[in-house]
């Protein structure tokens, strides 16, 4: 199982990004998919996390900017940013949670650096 993450870069203050998580397999396969992030000194963050059933959560950083959302056809994630401030830089994460199928097992993609500077 692979998760290829992409759509980072570097954005000035205000500007948007979309992030996207593609799984090597059908994402109804995970019972939940995540976007961490972690910035250069500090411990990876939740941003925000998608259930197989929809169900969909922000972290207070996230809230109002930020949404997920998933295309099950093209197995994929997406998060879209907007309103992005310097404090958002950091690296990207997906992860997924494996369903009882996968043996509840988590996964994680590489890495994707977003940058929010003037």
């Known amino acids: 199982v692979q998760l290829q993450a992409s759509g980072g870069g570097l954005v000035q203050p205000g500007g948007s990004l979309r992030l996207s998580c593609t799984a090597s397999?059908?994402?109804?396969?995970?019972?939940?998919m995540y976007w961490y992030r972690q910035a250069p000194g500090k411990q990876r963050e939740l941003v925000a996390d998608i259930t197989s059933g929809g169900t969909i959560f922000y972290t207070d950083s996230a809230k109002g900017r930020f949404t997920i959302s998933r295309d099950n056809d093209k197995n994929t994630v997406y998060l879209q940013m907007s309103s992005l401030k310097p404090e958002d830089t950091a690296v990207y994460y997906c992860n997924a949670l494996g369903s009882s199928r996968l043996g509840r097992r988590s996964y994680w993609g590489q890495g994707t650096q977003v940058t929010v500077s003037s």
């Open positions: 397999i059908s994402i109804f396969d995970f019972s939940a």
